[in-house]
């Protein structure tokens, strides 16, 4: 059995003039021990579906679809069930460490917190068992760290305050939302590796998101690839990034600067996301896409399967694949 | 620190003279003569300028300024032309009502507005939230007075549940004093709380937006724990500042209530010093006045840092 396995998870906003639907009908299923990455634009819903697994939408948000954990249907769990997963069996490190934190708790404080909530440690043996956390993510010296406020540290040591959080209940699923899109380039790959690592040897499930392909085509089992709302390509790592199957993916993969690119521009994909309030009535991408035909514009593509475990949803894959420049054929 | 503590202090001295120079200069321009108040218009002229010279009416007013602040600085607040006893002795006796009034009606405020503030964000467009928002709506509208005046007639003339006013003094137990105080404390918090509700409902929805708190709920956190622990004091930022306004407006809300309720407390020896043109009494009251609001600002700033860490380092 899948540890997670989401089923056409839909997610309406409220907004002026109607709700928005910022995720449409995603699916995808999580192993355990397995890292599955969401790449995608900024605004493609890729926090908004982070934040439905956690059952944290803002404020007038509703789901749709099945969220299942170990089997159980989340979506059927009242607030206080629902309070023991999160933390607990799912734990979130979000995108922005700056403000993450509460500025007024000391940062042993904000640990100590979900162990005694959820392993019921009292508060002697949460800060013991908080020490270790901190020194397992990198914060040696835990006694300072634990005294600290968190405008005393940095933005890395301050994510590392946030994985030693997430993990300090054993979840079996982390989700990471951009972990290191706010920090330095030179702090980014550290705790890109401390995620793997603690990961790894946790044996938990990871979903990391980012808007990178960089930080996701070396490390992840597996990618998902989101558009307007919609997961446009997904599949297992390598056969993904050797057979580049969606136009949107391969123009994604194009805009990365390559090691060795030169002086040349970067290449972007022409046009812009487009609003949620009116995306087009068939493929969302249709309007950017260079192999549109009328039909995309109508139509709204079924996922088809490109190669195992592998699928894309396009009404043009034959001539995307055909024209794809972007493969690397391993 | 020590800094901080002069910088204070600073602060505290400027503002009192700033305060006495213009409380002086009002009182000159003022219309009105003691000597006359105290001895009637029709005196005999002989007798009144022996009183002015008695009173050291006849001198330069820089003279007088000079004389009074310079006793002020050796402790020496003056005598009061109508009580004729020291102004000190009669301003201590009258803040034994005051200040507790004071404090009675900022316990209340901060007590129910707090509450409500809270409970209407937690209620956030509910009926809950709306019912706090109109009650709030209606105390901010109502004078303080004539609420006053509304608890009268309900509490004490229609119920007869309080005195209609007056004060028995703190020699005839604890709980008759307190209760002479129960009704004007409600008449003052009323506005000062409808006022403090709102800012705090403000604030807290503000609060609930941050992305801490979203960690919080992260962590398995309830909505109401997650308000509680995380919320109330980072919201509290905002809600210290306007209590610190409001003290002042508190004490100039005695003057009125006071006289309300008949309650011989430092306002009402305001009012009647001015209606009785005893001029020290004014000048050294309003100058106690502005040392209190001086006091209370500091203590704000020490609650400042004592809510926030970060607030800390740069003064320390
Ligand atoms: N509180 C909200 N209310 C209404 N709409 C929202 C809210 N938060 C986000 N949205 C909208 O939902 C859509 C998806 O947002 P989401 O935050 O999931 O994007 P994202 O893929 O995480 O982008 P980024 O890379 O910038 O983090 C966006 O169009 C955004 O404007
Ligand atoms: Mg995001």
């Known amino acids: ?330 | 620190m020590s800094l901080f503590i002069a910088k204070r202090f600073a602060t505290f001295v400027a503002t009192l003279f700033g305060a006495s120079v213009v409380v002086f200069l009002i009182l000159e321009i003022l219309p009105g003569d003691p000597a006359y108040a105290i001895l009637g218009a029709d005196a005999d002229p002989s007798a009144y300028q022996a009183l002015r010279k008695e009173l050291g009416l006849d001198e330069p007013a820089l003279d007088r300024y000079l004389s009074w602040i310079s006793g002020v600085l050796t402790g020496d607040f003056g005598i009061s032309y109508t009580y004729s006893v020291p102004v000190s002795e009669l301003v201590v006796e009258r803040l034994a009502l005051t200040v507790p009034l004071a404090v009675i009606a900022m316990a209340m405020t901060v007590i129910v507005a707090i509450g409500l503030g809270l409970y209407a964000a937690a209620h956030h467009n509910k009926v809950g939230d709306w019912g706090v928002m109109v009650f709030s709506q209606l105390g901010i509208a109502v004078p303080n007075f004539w609420f006053g005046i509304l608890l009268i007639l309900l509490f004490s003339v229609y119920l007869g549940w309080f005195s209609s006013g007056g004060f028995p003094g703190w020699d005839a137990g604890l709980w008759p004093a307190l209760k002479s105080l129960l009704l004007p404390a409600v008449a003052l918090a009323t506005v000062q709380a409808a006022i403090l509700a709102r800012v705090t409902r403000s604030s807290v929805l503000e609060t609930i937006g941050e992305d801490y708190v979203r960690t919080a709920r992260a962590k398995g956190l309830t909505r109401a724990a997650t308000l509680w622990r995380h919320v109330l004091r980072n919201a509290l930022i905002p809600v210290v500042t306007i209590m610190g306004l409001q003290f002042a407006n508190l004490l100039a809300g005695t003057i009125v209530i006071e006289n309300v309720f008949f309650l011989p407390g430092l306002g009402r020896l305001v009012f009647q010093a001015i209606a009785n043109r005893d001029l020290v009494v004014v000048k050294d009251v309003v100058l106690l006045l502005a040392a209190m609001v001086v006091v209370v600002n500091f203590v704000v700033d020490i609650a400042y840092a004592i809510i926030d860490p970060r607030l800390r380092a740069h003064d320390a």
């Not at chain 1, 989700?175 to 401390?194: C, F, K, N, R, S």
């Open chain 1, 1 to 330: 059995m899948s540890v997670l396995e989401v089923d056409r998870l839909t997610v309406s906003l409220p907004m002026v003039g109607g709700a928005a639907r910022a995720v449409r009908g995603i699916s995808f299923r999580l192993e355990r021990g397995e890292s599955l990455g969401i790449v995608g634009e900024s605004g493609c819903g890729k926090s908004m579906t982070a934040l439905a697994l956690m059952g944290l939408l803002p404020d007038g948000g509703t789901l749709d679809g099945s969220i299942a954990l170990n089997g159980r249907n989340l979506r059927t769990l009242d607030e206080a069930a629902m309070c023991h997963v999160r933390g607990n069996a799912i734990a979130m490190v979000f995108q922005e460490p700056m403000t993450s934190l509460n500025p007024v708790h000391t940062i042993g404080k904000q640990l100590v917190e979900p162990l005694m909530l959820h392993l019921g440690l009292d508060r002697d043996e949460a800060k013991v068992e908080a020490f270790s956390l901190l020194e397992r993510v990198g914060l040696v010296d835990p006694q300072r760290y634990y005294s600290a406020f968190p405008h005393q540290l940095s933005g890395g040591q301050r994510q590392r305050a946030m994985i030693a959080m997430a993990l300090s209940c054993h979840p079996e699923v982390l989700i990471a939302d951009e972990p290191t899109t706010a920090l330095d380039v030179t702090v980014q790959g550290q705790i890109l590796d401390l995620i793997y690592d603690v990961v790894s040897e946790r044996q938990m499930s990871l979903i990391m998101i980012s808007h990178d392909l960089g930080v996701i085509a070396q490390t992840v089992d597996r990618v998902a690839v989101m558009y307007g709302g919609s997961i446009v390509e997904q599949g297992p790592t390598a056969e993904v990034f050797a057979q580049l199957a969606h136009p949107y993916t391969q123009g994604l993969f194009a805009a990365v600067p390559q090691v060795g690119d030169g002086r040349r521009r970067l290449r972007t994909i022409p046009g812009t996301v487009p609003e949620l309030a009116d995306l087009p009535q068939g493929c969302t991408f249709a309007g950017r896409c260079s192999l549109s035909r009328e039909s995309c514009h109508h139509q709204v593509p079924d996922m088809r399967s490109v190669g195992p475990n592998h699928m894309a949803a396009c009404l043009r894959l034959d001539a995307a694949m055909a024209t794809s420049t972007f493969g690397l054929r391993r």
